[in-house]
């Protein structure tokens, strides 16, 4: 059994950390719970973080015990936001450090059995002793895989490298929600540009620091609302977020104006895109091709959010705070002319996925319980997944395809179905 060291003040956190580790090889001890001498470490200009994490560096050296990724595989980080309290993410006793970059699977007759990566200019190689799996992402996944040897063979032969599995769907499927913004003045000033102000900065950090309450608690994104763009769809295909204040990016700099803005994602768009490599080197960036826009339908469905956009913020309500509108200019206003908007300003909304799908078709890549076809042992656990994109956010679907590969893991049977019952399940009444 390993110890790992954890400096917490909160024994609730102590609990919950240890019973995720129950049946593993690790156990957790807190610093505070050492009968141990310890010098005192506390600098001028420390943070109460800081501190906990050479106290615990310190005693894991007086003690023996471990603690850290670079003494043992095991990455720590703070556990939500509370001062000194860490979790733990295990690698295995000799697994890599933070800094480690991956070249590829390592793959013997047909199995996944580990990876080789570089640290520090070397290149090391990581064995798994049950399985591996693939949480990369959206872009990196597929590119992993294909370094790999998993792809389409003829692409992989092209690219020189050896087909492991021939997989075609492998970087394929790419789809993403692109975004559009509308923007006005705003008559009054209650807007959030004030923070740019270093006094007003001043001020919501220490609100945040001292109370967790305050603009510095906000992500400023919370008021929106799914909405219908036509007539024509079963159920919302835009979702709006609205923001007390309007903003424009000057090179890398973010500029606050007085206003407020809609941003509008097109929820199912049919343009695909590829994610490909650049070479077989895993340190070239891999080539990623959205293909934003290449289906009219996506088009014309942001031109319809603009028009749905200008109709929710010429509402009464806006009328004492409604000033000149900043984005689109205030002559653009045709069909013709709100298309060329949204070829030069719509942007993504960090949203990818489905380059490694679900299905059982030719072009799936992962089967129904996330295991990657013709390689056993090896399973993908991300957004790639996704067959389709969903009409939403991604991160909370994300997290319950997580949950569902754990149980598959874990041997645990599904739990019963639930049929949630939401606003869009009623059509009467006017669409937006």
Same mark, same amino acid.
């Given at each position: 059994m390993?110890?790992?060291?954890?400096?917490?003040?909160?024994?609730?956190?102590?609990?919950?950390?240890?019973?995720?580790?129950?049946?593993?090889e690790?156990?957790?001890?807190?610093t505070?719970?050492?009968?141990?001498s310890?010098?005192e470490?506390?600098?001028?200009?420390?943070?109460?973080?800081?501190?906990?994490? /050479? !106290?615990?560096r +310190? =005693?894991?050296? @007086? %003690?023996?015990?471990?603690?850290?990724?670079?003494?043992?595989?095991?990455?720590v980080?703070?556990?939500?936001?509370?001062?000194?309290?860490?979790?733990?993410?295990?690698?295995?006793v000799?697994?890599p450090?933070?800094?480690?970059?991956?070249?590829?699977l390592?793959?013997?007759?047909?199995?996944?059995?580990?990876?080789e990566?570089?640290?520090?200019?070397?290149?090391?190689q990581?064995?798994a002793?049950?399985?591996?799996?693939?949480?990369?992402?959206?872009i990196?996944?597929?590119?992993?895989?294909?370094?790999?040897?998993?792809?389409?063979?003829?692409?992989l032969k092209?690219?020189?490298?050896r087909?492991?599995?021939?997989?075609?769907?492998?970087?394929q499927n790419?789809?993403?929600?692109?975004?559009?913004t509308?923007?006005?003045?705003? /008559? !009054?000033?209650? +807007? =959030?540009?004030? @923070? %740019?102000?270093?006094?007003?900065?001043?001020?919501?950090?220490?609100q945040?620091?001292?109370?967790?309450?305050?603009?510095?608690?906000?992500?400023?994104?919370?008021?929106g609302?799914?909405?219908?763009g036509?007539?024509?769809?079963?159920?919302?295909?835009?979702?709006?977020?609205?923001?007390?204040?309007?903003?424009?990016?000057?090179g890398?700099?973010?500029?606050?104006?007085?206003?407020?803005?809609?941003?509008?994602?097109q929820?199912?768009?049919?343009?695909?895109?590829?994610?490909r490599?650049r070479?077989?080197?895993?340190?070239d960036?891999?080539?990623?091709?959205f293909?934003y826009?290449?289906?009219?339908?996506?088009?014309?469905?942001?031109?319809?959010?603009?028009?749905?956009?200008?109709?929710i913020?010429?509402?009464?309500?806006?009328?004492?705070?409604r000033?000149?509108?900043?984005s689109?200019?205030?002559?653009?206003?045709?069909d013709?002319?709100?298309?060329?908007?949204?070829r030069?300003?719509?942007t993504?909304?960090?949203?990818?996925?489905?380059?490694?799908?679900?299905?059982?078709?030719?072009?799936?890549?992962?089967?129904?319980?996330?295991c990657v076809r013709?390689?056993?042992?090896?399973?993908?656990?991300?957004?790639?997944?996704?067959?389709?994109?969903?009409?939403?956010?991604?991160n909370?679907?994300?997290?319950?395809?997580?949950?569902?590969?754990?149980?598959?893991?874990?041997?645990?049977?599904?739990?019963s179905?639930?049929?949630?019952r939401?606003?869009?399940?009623?059509?009467?009444?006017?669409?937006?």
């Amino acid at each position: 059994m390993t110890e790992v060291l954890l400096a917490t003040r909160n024994r609730h956190k102590l609990k919950e950390v240890r019973e995720m580790l129950v049946g593993t090889e690790f156990t957790v001890i807190s610093t505070d719970e050492l009968d141990a001498s310890i010098p005192e470490v506390i600098e001028d200009g420390d943070t109460f973080e800081a501190n906990a994490d /050479k !106290k615990a560096r +310190t =005693l894991a050296k @007086l %003690t023996g015990r471990i603690t850290m990724a670079d003494d043992s595989g095991i990455e720590v980080d703070f556990l939500d936001g509370a001062p000194g309290v860490y979790s733990a993410r295990f690698a295995g006793v000799d697994g890599p450090d933070a800094d480690a970059a991956n070249n590829r699977l390592l793959i013997e007759n047909n199995r996944a059995v580990g990876v080789e990566y570089e640290s520090m200019g070397t290149t090391h190689q990581l064995r798994a002793n049950k399985a591996v799996i693939i949480s990369c992402g959206a872009i990196k996944t597929p590119q992993l895989l294909m370094l790999s040897g998993i792809g389409s063979a003829d692409y992989l032969k092209s690219m020189n490298i050896r087909t492991q599995a021939d997989l075609p769907g492998v970087g394929q499927n790419l789809q993403d929600h692109l975004s559009v913004t509308m923007g006005f003045e705003c /008559k !009054k000033p209650v +807007t =959030l540009h004030r @923070l %740019t102000h270093p006094l007003k900065k001043l001020q919501v950090g220490a609100q945040w620091l001292l109370t967790r309450s305050g603009i510095g608690a906000s992500n400023i994104w919370e008021m929106g609302g799914m909405v219908y763009g036509n007539q024509n769809v079963d159920h919302p295909n835009l979702q709006y977020h609205f923001t007390p204040v309007y903003s424009e990016w000057t090179g890398r700099k973010l500029e606050l104006q007085q206003g407020y803005q809609l941003n509008c994602d097109q929820l199912r768009p049919l343009s695909r895109g590829e994610v490909r490599l650049r070479s077989s080197d895993p340190r070239d960036r891999p080539a990623v091709y959205f293909n934003y826009l290449s289906q009219p339908h996506d088009l014309r469905e942001l031109i319809e959010s603009l028009k749905a956009m200008q109709d929710i913020l010429a509402q009464p309500a806006f009328d004492p705070f409604r000033s000149r509108r900043i984005s689109p200019a205030p002559d653009v206003t045709s069909d013709r002319e709100l298309e060329a908007f949204v070829r030069s300003t719509a942007t993504t909304d960090y949203h990818p996925c489905g380059t490694c799908k679900m299905g059982d078709d030719e072009m799936a890549v992962v089967d129904q319980a996330l295991c990657v076809r013709g390689v056993d042992g090896l399973r993908v656990v991300d957004a790639s997944v996704m067959p389709d994109i969903i009409s939403g956010n991604l991160n909370a679907p994300i997290q319950m395809i997580a949950e569902r590969a754990a149980d598959y893991i874990l041997g645990k049977p599904a739990l019963s179905a639930e049929y949630a019952r939401f606003h869009f399940s009623d059509q009467s009444g006017d669409h937006y």
